[in-house]
């Protein structure tokens, strides 16, 4: 399967995407701006907490194709961060720690980070910085190429939380999502981290799984899916991890293609919308992250920069990263947002209310 | 009336019924909220048992509704058709077993 970007497709334009989330209802009407709903409940402008997390975005390549990436990454894509824009990172992070606002947490997502060349580079400097690193790992890069092969004792040996997608115990409904083959391969990486230390008690290192649904619905309940996955992958494959993070598929790039192509889209948004939670609007994960795209660029969030919404009322560009700045300015929103805030809400780090 | 008996929009309002008796409908609606509570079984289980008995009962607004709930409640699509089949062997089973008291029946009235 080719990227979004690859196949010249019209939603490769971010552009495109916000007017298809901002279009008329086909039977007239809009669905309430997303502002608006933020509004009724005092939350507008929506302001940051305080900057917790970094989430650096280190490139778009990956050795898959998931049909829901909102990325849009795979493996035709060549976008991937210089050594030196990682360096600016690191002298970001320098800078907020001097300024008496650390960042305790760096995220690194992708595409597949370890296909960014300066990946364990980047790694080692963090941690020389003694600061906590999560990897997005989609697992079946651990066996793509012997030379990463050893990325569970390379994450072991520096403390890495290692956070990685499984939309599902039964083969079937993986593969859908991510490409045919990937479960199994999913199941091996897992048991190499398993056997690395990863997700066994006492060990201290970090193993969590990331579900999101395989198409047009939203995820149950966390407590519940989490105790699912545990005694199935632990009954058929002698699996353990942590933590399980439900995470819902916001209305973006090849996801918003699958629910446009399937005519899904108007049903999805509509769940989204009434499915709105106040309490977990109050914990958006853009109010204690910063993402920083592949070139460098600032955003509120992962899904803020794959639609070039950058950051609004603050320096752009992480060479000139002012943490005072970020914590005063507002945060740029969309009607993609109400995809953060239905149910018991979505970020990274799974439900927020 | 319209001109067919189901309509997927109908599914939605529900929760309408409380129009014409509004205690009754209050009650019910506490009642079934509470049976779908996480108990001593799962809500994915509860979700399976309500989708085979809406194929028992062949309710179209259950199957729609309970289709949905699984997957959301993270049930395989393996798991949903075999609860399907529980209530397809439960429904023969329960047609051929009778097949007893007809063969008492025809014991009884031949020679
Ligand atoms: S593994 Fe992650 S980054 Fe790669 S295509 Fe799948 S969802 Fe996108
Ligand atoms: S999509 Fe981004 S900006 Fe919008 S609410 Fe979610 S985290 Fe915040």
Redesign the pocket.
Known sequence: MKSLKRQEHKFSDSFIQLEVLQAARPGGGKFERFEDKLDTIGLFPLRPTQLEIFQVNVGKM?????K????D??PDRKEIMTRETMQQCLEALDKADVAGFPVKTIDLT???PEMNPHFRWFVQELHKRGKHVIV?C?LTIILANPKYHDLPQFFKAHGVEVVS?LPHFSARRTDAQ?GDGVFEKSIKALQMLNAAGYGQEGSGLQLHLVYNPAGAFLPGAQVSLEKEFKQQLKRQFNIDFNSLFVITNLPISRFLDYLVQSGNYEGYMEKLVNSFNPAAAANVMCRNTISVGWDGQLYDCDFNQMLDLTVVGAPRHIKDFDVAQLNQRDIVLNQHCYGCTAGAGSSCGGQTA | MENTYYNPADLAKFGNIAEFSPDLAKKFFDYYGDVFKEGELSVREKSLIALAVAHAIQCPYCIDAYTTDGLEKGASEGQMMEAIHVAAAIRGGASLVHGVQMMNKVKEITM
């Open positions: 990956c050795n898959q194709t998931c829901h990436c909102h990325v990454a795979g992708g595409g597949a997005r989609n997608s991510r």
